[in-house]
């Protein structure tokens, strides 16, 4: 095993030992001139300043894992664990090397490490590496950069990384691959001489199938931050792990094995038959997943596609509760899209949600406070203590908030239907924004973000006027000049609020060439449309009611845009007459049988856009008869549901037909 000779006050070193080879007979000067020539490659930028690695914040992200072969977090008692330190370097298991990798795990900067380094009198390439490996950790915990230039220029740094990069051949499996992932995350520059002779080297091994399972997980991990092998490698990677059995994986390198088949998604199709074998084993280690190896498991998920491995994805989200108040940012927030990406929720997350997003709100990135409101909102989650969170932090720090997440804000409230008890203090705050920024915000999420106002009757009245304005207009055409048929809807509707529940509005009016003759859209309709079973009850109903098919028509669609689920007509005299009567109508009845898809998540409060249909339709002089799913599951009867539909359309009992 190489070995370099380290002693106390290297600049003073006389005695400077590498892989065997004494060189006392060379002056220090030349010493430090070999290895700072040599090294200088390494951390060059485009810059003349020597020693300086060039960042890759791209490519290059914060990695840390309860494996002793990854990074552990700085919260954790140890820097690795040292069982495993023992179980991978199977040639260093005397009390010198444990005494070393305890003292190191203590160590709490770069320059203790390299301190403590320079009283080794002798260093075997393992511990190089776990030292390296050391100082990655710890250069990590205020974010993702770069070593600072007195650390690229010390001298015990130097000699660690020239160690390595000497004679690579002669290096363990474990430290070759250990000391490729800590140069990577330490942003190294990918064509140094240092990183091209280790991936050279972890290649060549490769090929020659000669690298264990842990092994293999790491070096296809440092190879996808690294941005240099492509799929090829990978692939080699992937078909030598697919000969191990899954029983001998830790979860640490489940996780990586899933990393490595994402990063080579676009041959998903090929890997399923063994994805599904992963994702079948993956149940029985779930328990034992670190909140990070869970937000990286549903990632890899996502980007894999495998929505028919929900067995898997409901374990997780069960287990992903009891992590919630010690996500990162970042991991919450992957979390969120992965649930959102597999339509998953269910109301314990959801309480430990409330109690994070409630207490920490403040604190909270922005893109992670948009992602629980989109959550919340594409799950018709009506949670008023996220909701008034999100709307104290609104209030208070506006200013952290771009144009794009300030819409992302603000729309469930809209489609939940909902106004905190801060309500006038949001409105006025988003008001204020708006009349400063107006011209920032792209024309579609001011669309949006308008729109989802008026919902909930907090109407855009100051701004209805600039987005009739024609200029305003083509700015939302964009270059292909034509707007899409949902913009053209919420325009229509926001025009139709403003001349019926803004009759103060004076402002100009929508151009018939914006306008939509109907809500319902096929991708993203303004109208849920009625859910069929229902309405199949409630036809029989009807039928017994009023005798005949003849007297009620479904699917009706009005002057105004709106779609009635049913529509009854009543002469002046209150007789009830054939739908397909067009004279002598006194009354029209509009029945919304409204279904579960038309409430927050299991509540009996109607989203806003089935609250603006009904209160639009009453406006307009129809008598809206609201039929909820929650009513008509109580009844037992056909003959109780008679009656109840009697009560609810005639109210004083009498019916004529």
Known sequence: MALITLRKNLYRLSDFRMHGAALKSQPLNHVHKVVKERLCPWFCSRQPEPFRIRFHHAHCKKFNSKNGN??????????????????????????ESQTFYKRLSNLTSSEEVLSFISTMETLPDTMAAGALQRICEVEKKDGDQGLPKEILENSIFQALCFQLEKEPSQLSNTTLVTALQALILLHVDPQSSLLLNLVAECQNRLKKGGLEVRNLCILGESLIRLHSS??????????????????????????????????????VDEHQTFLNKINNFSLSIVSNLSPKLMSQMLTALVVLDQSQAFPLIIKLGRYVVRHVPHFTNEELRRVLEAFMYFGYHDRFFTKALENRVAAVCLTLHPEVVCGVMEYCGRKRILSKPILNAVADTFVCQSEKFSPSQISALMEPFGKLNYLPPNASALFRKLENVLFTHFDYFPPETLLKLLHSCSLNECHPVNFMAKIFNPFFLQRLQGEESRLDRLSRARLTQLFLTSVLECPFYKGPKLLRKYQVKSFVTPCCSLETPVDSQLYKSVKIGLIDLLGARLYFAPKVLTPYCYTLDVEI????????????????????IALCIDGPKRFCSNSKHLLGKEAIKQRHLRLLGYQVVQIPYHEIGMLNSRRELVEYLQRKLFSQNTVHW
Request: charge should be negative; hydrophobic fraction near 40%.
């Open 70 to 95: 990854d990074l552990h977090p700085l919260s954790g008692p140890v820097f690795s664990q040292i069982s495993d330190w023992v179980r991978l370097e199977q040639n260093v298991k005397n009390g």
């Open 230 to 267: 492509g799929c090829v490698t990978l692939e080699l990677i992937i078909n030598q792990l697919q000969g191990e059995k899954l029983e001998t994986f830790t979860p640490e390198d489940i996780v990586a094995l899933y990393r490595i088949l994402q990063a080579c998604a676009e041959k």
């Open 569 to 588: 007509k009543l002469d002046e005299e209150g007789f009830v007459l054939p739908f397909t009567v067009n004279e002598d109508i006194h009354e029209r």
